[in-house]
Protein backbone atom coordinates (compact mmCIF):
# COMPACT_ATOMS: atom_id res chain seq x y z
CA UNK A 1 0.00 0.00 0.00
CA UNK A 2 2.78 2.08 0.66
CA UNK A 3 4.05 1.72 -2.72
CA UNK A 4 0.83 2.18 -4.49
CA UNK A 5 0.50 5.81 -2.43
CA UNK A 6 4.18 6.78 -3.81
CA UNK A 7 3.10 5.75 -6.83
CA UNK A 8 -0.41 7.94 -7.08
CA UNK A 9 1.61 10.94 -5.59
CA UNK A 10 4.24 10.62 -7.96
CA UNK A 11 1.96 10.43 -10.66
CA UNK A 12 0.03 13.15 -9.93
CA UNK A 13 3.49 15.50 -8.75
CA UNK A 14 4.79 14.70 -12.33
CA UNK A 15 1.20 15.68 -14.07
CA UNK A 16 1.23 19.01 -12.15
CA UNK A 17 5.16 19.09 -13.09
CA UNK A 18 4.20 18.94 -16.68
CA UNK A 19 1.05 20.83 -16.64
CA UNK A 20 2.72 23.80 -15.39
CA UNK A 21 5.94 23.54 -17.62
CA UNK A 22 3.61 23.01 -20.56
CA UNK A 23 1.82 26.15 -19.72
CA UNK A 24 5.27 28.22 -19.41
CA UNK A 25 6.58 27.08 -22.55
CA UNK A 26 3.41 28.40 -24.27
CA UNK A 27 4.07 31.39 -22.10
CA UNK A 28 7.29 32.07 -23.51
CA UNK A 29 6.45 31.34 -26.67
CA UNK A 30 3.66 34.26 -27.20
CA UNK A 31 6.16 36.50 -25.30
CA UNK A 32 9.29 35.63 -27.66
CA UNK A 33 6.70 35.71 -30.88
CA UNK A 34 5.12 39.37 -29.31
CA UNK A 35 9.16 40.71 -29.11
CA UNK A 36 9.80 39.93 -32.00
CA UNK A 37 6.60 40.95 -33.73
CA UNK A 38 7.30 44.16 -32.08
CA UNK A 39 10.63 44.09 -33.02
CA UNK A 40 9.76 43.99 -36.41
CA UNK A 41 7.21 46.53 -36.87
CA UNK A 42 9.82 48.95 -35.28
CA UNK A 43 12.01 48.08 -38.36
CA UNK A 44 9.85 48.60 -40.49
CA UNK A 45 8.54 51.95 -39.26
CA UNK A 46 12.23 52.85 -39.13
CA UNK A 47 12.50 52.11 -42.95
CA UNK A 48 9.61 53.86 -43.69
CA UNK A 49 10.60 57.35 -42.08
CA UNK A 50 14.19 56.62 -43.51
CA UNK A 51 12.51 56.21 -46.96
CA UNK A 52 10.34 59.65 -46.41
CA UNK A 53 13.09 61.61 -45.61
CA UNK A 54 15.39 60.59 -48.01
CA UNK A 55 12.26 61.43 -50.21
CA UNK A 56 12.20 65.03 -49.20
CA UNK A 57 15.98 65.88 -49.16
CA UNK A 58 16.45 64.25 -52.50
CA UNK A 59 14.18 67.32 -53.89
CA UNK A 60 16.37 69.61 -51.92
CA UNK A 61 19.66 68.19 -53.10
CA UNK A 62 18.29 68.25 -56.80
CA UNK A 63 17.66 72.41 -56.19
CA UNK A 64 21.47 72.75 -54.88
CA UNK A 65 22.75 71.03 -57.64
CA UNK A 66 21.14 73.20 -59.98
CA UNK A 67 21.76 76.39 -58.17
CA UNK A 68 25.58 75.06 -57.79
CA UNK A 69 25.57 74.45 -61.80
CA UNK A 70 24.29 77.97 -62.37
CA UNK A 71 26.75 79.69 -59.96
CA UNK A 72 29.43 77.89 -61.74
CA UNK A 73 28.19 79.28 -64.94
CA UNK A 74 28.01 82.73 -63.86
CA UNK A 75 31.50 83.03 -62.42
CA UNK A 76 32.48 81.39 -65.79
CA UNK A 77 30.86 83.96 -67.28
CA UNK A 78 32.26 86.61 -65.23
CA UNK A 79 35.95 85.50 -66.07
CA UNK A 80 35.18 86.23 -69.87
CA UNK A 81 36.03 89.82 -71.62
CA UNK A 82 32.84 91.96 -72.02
CA UNK A 83 33.08 91.92 -75.66
CA UNK A 84 33.53 88.29 -75.83
CA UNK A 85 31.63 86.63 -78.69
CA UNK A 86 30.74 82.98 -78.55
CA UNK A 87 32.91 81.03 -80.43
CA UNK A 88 29.86 80.21 -83.25
CA UNK A 89 29.78 84.32 -83.97
CA UNK A 90 33.03 85.06 -84.11
CA UNK A 91 34.67 85.08 -87.57
CA UNK A 92 37.86 83.57 -88.00
CA UNK A 93 40.70 85.48 -90.17
CA UNK A 94 42.75 82.98 -91.55
CA UNK A 95 44.11 86.05 -94.62
CA UNK A 96 47.51 85.97 -93.24
CA UNK A 97 49.19 84.46 -90.79
CA UNK A 98 49.74 85.30 -86.95
CA UNK A 99 53.22 85.44 -86.99
CA UNK A 100 53.22 87.64 -89.58
CA UNK A 101 50.51 90.24 -88.41
CA UNK A 102 51.54 92.89 -86.16
CA UNK A 103 51.75 92.22 -82.59
CA UNK A 104 52.45 94.65 -79.89
CA UNK A 105 55.64 93.15 -77.36
CA UNK A 106 54.22 91.32 -74.70
CA UNK A 107 52.36 93.47 -71.74
CA UNK A 108 53.50 93.46 -67.99
CA UNK A 109 53.36 90.37 -65.63
CA UNK A 110 50.87 92.41 -63.67
CA UNK A 111 48.58 92.52 -67.03
CA UNK A 112 48.54 88.43 -67.34
CA UNK A 113 45.29 88.10 -65.30
CA UNK A 114 43.53 91.18 -67.58
CA UNK A 115 41.02 90.09 -70.09
CA UNK A 116 42.69 90.39 -74.15
CA UNK A 117 43.11 93.82 -75.22
CA UNK A 118 40.05 93.31 -77.98
CA UNK A 119 38.08 90.78 -79.36
CA UNK A 120 40.63 90.50 -82.60
CA UNK A 121 41.56 87.01 -83.66
CA UNK A 122 44.78 87.54 -82.81
CA UNK A 123 44.84 89.30 -79.95
CA UNK A 124 42.26 86.50 -78.23
CA UNK A 125 45.24 83.94 -79.13
CA UNK A 126 47.81 86.12 -77.95
CA UNK A 127 46.63 86.23 -74.96
CA UNK A 128 46.02 82.51 -74.42
CA UNK A 129 49.38 82.02 -75.60
CA UNK A 130 50.82 84.23 -72.72
CA UNK A 131 48.11 82.86 -69.89
CA UNK A 132 50.38 79.46 -70.70
CA UNK A 133 53.59 81.38 -70.83
CA UNK A 134 53.96 84.51 -69.49
CA UNK A 135 57.61 85.52 -70.69
CA UNK A 136 56.36 84.40 -74.50
CA UNK A 137 57.08 87.89 -76.25
CA UNK A 138 56.17 89.05 -80.08
CA UNK A 139 58.17 91.34 -82.24
CA UNK A 140 56.66 94.75 -83.84
CA UNK A 141 56.42 93.49 -87.24
CA UNK A 142 55.75 97.07 -89.05
CA UNK A 143 57.58 96.95 -92.72
CA UNK A 144 56.06 95.23 -95.70
CA UNK A 145 55.51 91.11 -95.71
CA UNK A 146 59.51 90.50 -97.10
CA UNK A 147 60.71 92.59 -94.89
CA UNK A 148 59.23 91.02 -91.82
CA UNK A 149 59.32 87.68 -93.03
CA UNK A 150 63.38 88.43 -93.47
CA UNK A 151 63.42 89.59 -89.68
CA UNK A 152 61.61 86.64 -88.62
CA UNK A 153 64.61 84.06 -90.40
CA UNK A 154 67.01 86.26 -88.44
CA UNK A 155 65.59 86.05 -85.44
CA UNK A 156 64.46 82.41 -85.25
CA UNK A 157 66.50 79.12 -85.06
CA UNK A 158 66.82 77.38 -88.08
CA UNK A 159 63.97 74.20 -86.71
CA UNK A 160 61.55 76.93 -86.10
CA UNK A 161 62.13 78.59 -88.77
CA UNK A 162 62.00 75.26 -91.12
CA UNK A 163 58.50 74.87 -88.99
CA UNK A 164 57.52 78.28 -90.02
CA UNK A 165 58.11 77.66 -93.73
CA UNK A 166 55.90 74.25 -92.79
CA UNK A 167 53.20 76.16 -91.89
CA UNK A 168 53.45 78.57 -94.12
CA UNK A 169 53.51 76.50 -97.06
CA UNK A 170 50.24 74.20 -95.74
CA UNK A 171 48.60 77.99 -94.96
CA UNK A 172 49.27 78.85 -98.33
CA UNK A 173 47.90 75.77 -100.50
CA UNK A 174 44.49 76.34 -97.91
CA UNK A 175 44.09 79.34 -98.91
CA UNK A 176 44.80 78.78 -102.53
CA UNK A 177 41.93 75.94 -101.84
CA UNK A 178 39.65 78.13 -100.47
CA UNK A 179 39.61 80.93 -103.83
CA UNK A 180 40.68 78.48 -106.77
CA UNK A 181 41.35 81.62 -109.04
CA UNK A 182 44.51 80.84 -111.49
CA UNK A 183 44.38 84.08 -113.04
CA UNK A 184 45.63 87.38 -111.28
CA UNK A 185 48.09 85.54 -109.33
CA UNK A 186 51.88 86.68 -110.23
CA UNK A 187 54.57 84.42 -110.05
CA UNK A 188 56.71 85.97 -106.90
CA UNK A 189 60.57 84.79 -107.26
CA UNK A 190 62.22 82.98 -104.62
CA UNK A 191 64.91 85.38 -103.19
CA UNK A 192 68.66 83.56 -103.05
CA UNK A 193 69.95 84.40 -99.83
Do not use: C
Not at 132 to 148: I, V
Not at 159 to 183: G, I, R, T, V
Request: net charge positive; aromatic share 6%; charged share 25%.
Amino acid sequence: MAEEQRDLISDRGSSVLNTGDTQRSAWGRKAALSTLSILVALLIAGQAVTVYFVYQQSGQISKLTKTSQTLQLEALQRKLPASAKPMSKMRMNLDMPLAMRVLPLAPPAGAMNMAPASNKTEDQVKHLLLQTDPRKTFPELKDNLMDNLKSLKKTMTDADWKSFESWMHKWLLFEMAKNPKPEDRKAIPAEKG
